[in-house]
């Protein structure tokens, strides 16, 4: 929506930092992290609401994913179609999240329970054809959302959408890998194995901005050689770290 880059950017401020306030009230043995991020993005809705408006954000959100690292341990919570990827120089990258897609069967039981449903834009190809869905009002051409969870997206949240993340738990995090964090503008374009690819060749120096940097600029190469992408390129963003 318009207004998905004022919530995108108070994640991007306050994210963060309400975790981490959330890990000091306790010893981190005390408090489990599984528990602490769903809550913590819960309130985070709550905030984004208050602060930017809700009608500002009637047909407005964006996604998130946070990962937590500690030793060969990772934990991480998504909510939403921006997507984590772990890989390394041999072998398939290993997608660490999904992109909650509508038409997913747990998502769609969701949104239906709540009075919405899952269908597509007139003249895109079917749910059948795709396996991918948009999140409606029932009886109506609106939202129409490609993802089941978000922040914000109001009108989405009164048919199943919700900020609920999706909580991943590794335990085998190696030395010589690389975690991509990105958005669906990079995903949609972007496979895994080449994401992987592209940043394992900043490595050797562990320079992960630049890797993140040549990530987003493939991207966008690979969205304006699609016909009309001055309408529909999408938001593109990466995050990179090397182990």
């Given at each position: ?15 963060p ?26 309130l ?67 949104i239906?329970?709540?009075g919405?449903?899952?269908?597509v ?83 050797q ?30 938001d593109?963003?990466?995050s990179?770290?090397?182990?």
């Amino acid at each position: 929506g318009e207004n998905g880059e004022l919530v995108a950017e108070f994640l991007s401020q306050n994210l963060p930092t309400t975790l981490l306030a959330y890990f000091d009230s306790e010893d981190w043995e005390g408090y489990s992290p599984s528990a602490v991020v769903p809550s913590c993005f819960q309130l985070l809705d709550q905030m984004v609401t208050d602060n930017v408006g809700q009608r500002k954000l009637r047909a407005s959100g964006a996604t998130a994913t946070v990962v937590l690292h500690r030793g060969n341990s990772m934990l991480v919570g998504c909510c939403g179609d921006s997507r984590a990827v772990l890989g390394s120089g041999g072998g398939k990258p290993r997608a660490i999240t999904t992109a909650h897609n509508p038409a997913e069967p747990a998502e769609r039981a969701r949104i239906e329970a709540s009075g919405g449903e899952v269908g597509v834009f007139d003249g895109e190809p079917t749910v059948e054809q795709t396996g991918m869905g948009r999140v409606f009002v029932a009886g109506k051409q609106e939202p129409g959302l490609a993802t089941a969870r978000a922040f914000g997206d109001l009108l989405g949240k009164s048919c199943g959408v919700t900020a609920e993340p999706e909580i991943f738990a590794l335990n085998n995090v190696k030395q010589r890998q690389v975690l991509i964090v990105a958005s669906d503008g990079v995903w949609d374009v972007v496979d895994d194995e080449s994401a992987v690819r592209l940043a394992m060749e900043y490595a050797q120096n562990q320079d992960a901005q630049s890797a993140a940097d040549v990530l987003v600029q493939e991207a966008r190469m690979l969205w304006e050689q699609r016909p009309g992408s001055e309408r529909t390129i999408d938001d593109i963003s990466a995050s990179v770290t090397f182990f």
